[in-house]
């Protein structure tokens, strides 16, 4: 098929307001200690007004109030009810407010014209912007089907969106959260035990007697919640087994810091099953009562000894077997954690189910202290007519690969949006949610080569992000304080459903999403899929369901819908796991029959070679991604990221603590300027950084080049043969000393 959109130039985006210009005072108090409910306080001030809210901040939703002063915004605190928040917010989500004031904000909806044989935009009214969406939308539908609108999307609006183009035809629906973040996890857990561990996880923290963090970093991953009952288990004499190659602040709370050598976990975790083993320190009724392939795990980890994963982890064999025993001393009340971010090196479902192994045999999944069994709430969904059945979906572009993926590859629609020799592409319209794929999708070439062959990019986003560039029409969203969204409906010990009301007018002409996508229905002929008149009338069905109103909950928030029961299994309990045996398969059969290693095995990955250094990045408590960056209250408390470089290896380059310097890698892809931080914190073998640095469009005035972007560096990535999960950490860096 012969490429006919016109080369798709990124244009900038002008802003207006003036740097600055937003609330001054800074509101962050990380975790204020109140527990004060507000809706107490309703009425006690007449100038004072509190509204619910979920935070969009990040993906935990805590659930919350926001204050406003004589209608002015004021503070965001937690809503004492909320078990995601416990009744207090962490810094990024005290921070909210800084999103509705950010100057930079999208204003209006723009469209791509040629003015003067250059790219740039033009206002545009609703009206006219969702016109040109739908006509485009219906022009790819008729040329090549539906199902080459593909929908990108994360967070709470990406909802409306999924429901428009599942009515319009196409279920090509992914999410960076999957094959960029979560995917091997809830693959690994799924073949494993027959169900995924959640979000928020079914991890019992606060009850564990020994938590086992296999990178994961939490304190830096400020999910809230986890947080909490991370502290709590810490004040309570947990023990704690960080594996990380960088003393991370978890580490800093450990009993044992391990810092192994990047890229092999998978072999200090089989020389771990072959402790347990070969010492007899595993649940033998446990084991024996709801797990399936004991004698053949007992066989392949024979020689997975302490002294086989020495040279390969660089931990020692003795500090291997005392971990071993602590982990079992602790037993069932233990967590092997699954990890979240877990798209590491392309063998990221094996090295998860080891973990997810090893809990098995420690007898923690379904024990108090290990992995609770999670309550769901139940509420109407609204009702809206069948949905036309897709012809083809994304994976029809890739036949024989990743058989085991359960949800759409962001990566993989990317893929097959380029067309190649032996291969049509199959996207021809993307529709992108609340991502900014440009700093999101590794191989970022590759992401501006498939938007350069697509015939509709719409971007509905808040900020103007890189991924707005490219957009051939960008759709203002109000930020969340300004919108009501879907119900967040959690599960946990108990399951809980939260509200959003606005606590604002929207800004300028921005509109909610829900408003968005019921009006580009109307325009695609699709309304039928969107029947309630209002998202009020939506939620309030909703809501009746339960019990509740909209009514109520604007009052409440919150509303925990069950006592805790049943959390863990009873003594000797008989259960049918959701896996083909019935059992928790320690011996994957479905690994087998798709040809896969039933039982995880070590492979070697690529080194760095002389020179070069791997590379790895992380969060950092007071931003999310590159959402956060530009928003002044948290833009405070960190402007720019470093890169963290072992002491050594700073001597032998000469670089000195607090020097700005360029990173470049592998392939010759060269990074912005960036600071050098030099510290015993991190191994010799590798560098570190914090992701969603480095924003590159001037229009967020805030966060414009500072720092640097670890994607940029991402050239090369390890496809999860498994799923598809892009492995990102298989890129080596050198340092330039003369920054760019
Ligand atoms: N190199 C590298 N790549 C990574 C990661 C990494 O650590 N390093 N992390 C991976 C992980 S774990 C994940 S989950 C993904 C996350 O990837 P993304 O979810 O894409 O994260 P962001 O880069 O923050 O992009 C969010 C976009 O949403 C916009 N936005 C914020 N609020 C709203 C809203 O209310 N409405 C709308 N419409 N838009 C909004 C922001 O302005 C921004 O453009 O990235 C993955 N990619
Ligand atoms: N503040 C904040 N919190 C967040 C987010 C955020 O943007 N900001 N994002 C949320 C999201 S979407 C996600 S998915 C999670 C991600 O949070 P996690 O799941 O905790 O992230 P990871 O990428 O697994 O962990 C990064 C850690 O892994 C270490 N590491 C790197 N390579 C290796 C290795 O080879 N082996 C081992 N053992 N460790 C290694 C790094 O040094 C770093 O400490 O965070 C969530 N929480
Ligand atoms: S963990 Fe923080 S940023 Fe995330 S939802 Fe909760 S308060 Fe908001
Ligand atoms: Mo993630």
């Not at 107490?40 to 509204?51: P, R, T, Y």
């Not at 029809?396 to 590859?409: E, K, R, T």
């Not at 990045?617 to 928003?631: I, K, L």
Request: glycine residues 8%; positive net charge.
């Amino acid at each position: 098929m012969k490429n006919k959109v016109k080369r798709r130039e990124f244009i900038k985006i002008l802003g207006a307001g003036t740097v600055g210009a937003a609330a001054g005072v800074s509101l962050v108090n990380a975790f204020p200690a109140s527990k004060v409910d507000s809706a107490k306080f309703l009425h006690v001030n007449s100038q004072e007004e509190v509204s619910p809210t979920y935070c969009e901040v990040c993906f935990w939703k805590c659930a919350g109030w926001v204050h406003k002063k004589d209608g002015k915004p004021w503070k965001i605190t937690g809503n004492a009810h909320d078990l995601n928040s416990q009744g207090r917010f962490c810094p990024r989500g005290t921070g909210g407010i800084g999103m509705y004031t950010d100057p930079d904000r999208l204003k209006t909806p723009l469209i791509r014209v040629e003015k003067n044989g250059k790219q740039v935009f033009r206002k545009a009214s609703w009206d006219e912007a969702l016109d040109l969406v739908a006509e485009r939308m219906q022009s790819i539908s008729k040329k090549w089907g539906p199902e080459c609108v593909a929908l990108f999307t994360h967070g709470s609006g990406g909802t409306y969106f999924k429901n428009l183009l599942r009515g319009f035809g196409s279920n090509n629906i992914a999410a960076p959260s999957y094959a960029q973040c979560r995917g091997p996890r809830a693959e690994a857990y799924l073949l494993t035990y027959g169900e995924g561990v959640g979000s928020p996880e079914r991890t019992d923290i606060k009850n564990a007697k020994c938590l086992v963090l296999i990178g994961s970093h939490i304190g830096e991953n400020m999910h809230n919640g986890q947080v909490q009952e991370f502290t709590e288990m810490v004040a309570n004499g947990g023990t704690v087994i960080t594996v990380d190659p960088r003393f991370s602040t978890a580490a800093s709370k450990s009993k044992y810091w391990l810092p192994i050598k990047p890229a092999t976990d998978i072999a200090l975790l089989l020389a771990w099953i072959n402790v347990i083993i070969e010492e007899e320190l595993y649940d033998k009724k446990y084991v024996e009562q709801y797990t399936y392939g004991f004698e053949a795990l007992k066989e392949s980890v024979k020689k997975n000894t302490p002294e086989w994963a020495y040279p390969l982890t660089t931990i020692k064999p003795h500090i291997i077997r005392q971990t071993a025993r602590e982990m079992a001393k602790a037993a069932p009340s233990v967590i092997i954690h699954p990890g979240r971010h877990v798209t590491w090196y392309g063998d990221d479902t094996q090295r998860v189910r080891a973990g997810a192994i090893l809990n098995a045999l420690l007898g923690s999944w379904g024990r108090r202290g290990g992995f609770y069994a999670p309550a769901k709430a139940h509420i109407k969904k609204y009702p809206h007519p069948k949905y036309p059945k897709p012809k083809k979906n994304w994976k029809d572009a890739f036949p024989d690969q990743f058989p085991l993926a359960n949800l759409a590859l962001s990566s993989g629609i990317c893929d097959a949006t380029i067309p190649t020799p032996d291969k049509e592409c199959s996207f021809k319209g993307w529709i992108i949610y609340g991502t900014n794929l440009i700093q999101t999708l590794p191989q970022p070439e590759k992401t501006l080569k498939a938007l350069q062959n697509l015939e509709l990019v719409v971007a509905i986003d808040t900020m103007p992000a890189e991924i707005t560039g490219w957009a051939d029409v960008v759709l203002p969203e109000c930020t969340y304080l300004e919108r009501y969204d879907d119900l967040r409906i959690s599960q946990g010990r108990q399951p809980s459903v939260a509200l959003r009301a606005p606590a604002f007018k929207p800004k300028n002409e921005t509109k909610p999403a829900y408003w968005i996508a019921q009006k580009l229905a109307e325009k695609l002929g699709l309304e039928k899929y969107f029947p309630a008149k209002t998202i009020e009338e939506y939620l309030d069905y909703r809501l009746k369901s339960i019990g509740s109103s909209l009514e109520e909950m604007r009052k409440v928030g919150v509303k925990n819908l069950a006592p805790e029961q049943d959390l863990y299994f009873l003594d000797g309990e008989e259960y049918e796991f959701s896996t083909p045996t019935g059992k928790i398969e320690l011996y994957s059969t479905t690994l087998e029959e798709s040809g896969f290693d039933p039982i995880p095995k070590f492979t070697k990955h690529e080194e760095p070679p002389d020179g070069f250094y791997r590379l790895l990045y992380g969060r950092a408590p007071m931003h999310t991604f590159g959402r956060t960056t530009n928003n002044q209250i948290l833009n405070d408390l960190m402007n720019e990221n470093e890169v963290w470089i072992n002491p050594k290896v700073a001597k032998e380059w000469d670089i000195s603590n607090g020097e700005y310097l360029s990173l470049e890698n592998q392939d010759g892809k060269i990074s912005n300027k960036i600071k050098a931080k030099v510290t015993e914190r991190i191994r010799h073998d590798c560098v570190f950084m914090v992701h969603g640095f480095g924003h590159d469009r001037k229009q967020m005035r805030r966060n414009y080049l500072r720092g640097a972007d670890d994607q940029k560096l991402i050239s090369k990535v390890k496809l999860d043969p498994i799923m598809g999960g892009t492995g990102m950490r298989v890129n080596f860096v050198t340092f330039r000393k003369e920054a760019v």
